[in-house]
């Protein structure tokens, strides 16, 4: 069992920073390709981007390619997530999700992760 715990959401004017951090428990995250997703209010829940457990293989949703940066720190057994140039329409609750993989490969859908946190909000404002 892997257990997820996400911080760093607030309020923030558009144009500001955020970084998310993700703390996992139970289970080293070295073997473990890591995902950030968004859910706005009646929207479905998304994703926003992930690493490959050895950090070599990285993915972006387009819609924050160039402002969002994904890391991870096997050591610390964390994950960030590094927003810029925030948005309205980034507004959303964010969720850390782990996926147990021998790949490196990055997967975007959300039924192939196993492993969720409760989120954390992210509110822009214009």
């Known amino acids: 069992q892997v257990q997820l715990v996400e911080s760093g959401g607030g309020l923030v004017q558009a144009g500001g920073s955020l970084r998310l951090s993700c703390a996992a428990s139970?289970?080293?995250?070295?073997?473990?390709?890591m995902g950030w997703f968004r859910q706005a209010p009646g929207k479905q829940r998304e994703f926003v981007a992930g690493?490959?457990?050895?950090?070599?293989?990285?993915q972006y949703a387009d819609s924050v390619k160039g402002r969002f940066t994904i890391s991870k720190d096997n050591a610390k057994n964390m994950v960030y997530l590094q927003m810029n140039s925030l948005k309205p329409e980034d507004t959303a609750v964010y969720y850390c999700a782990a996926d147990y993989s021998l790949s490196t490969v990055v997967v975007t859908t959300l039924n192939e992760y196993d492993y969720w946190g409760q989120g954390t909000q992210v509110t822009v404002s214009s």
């Open positions: 690493i490959s457990w050895s950090g070599t293989e990285i």
């Open positions: 139970g289970r080293r995250l070295s073997f473990y390709n």
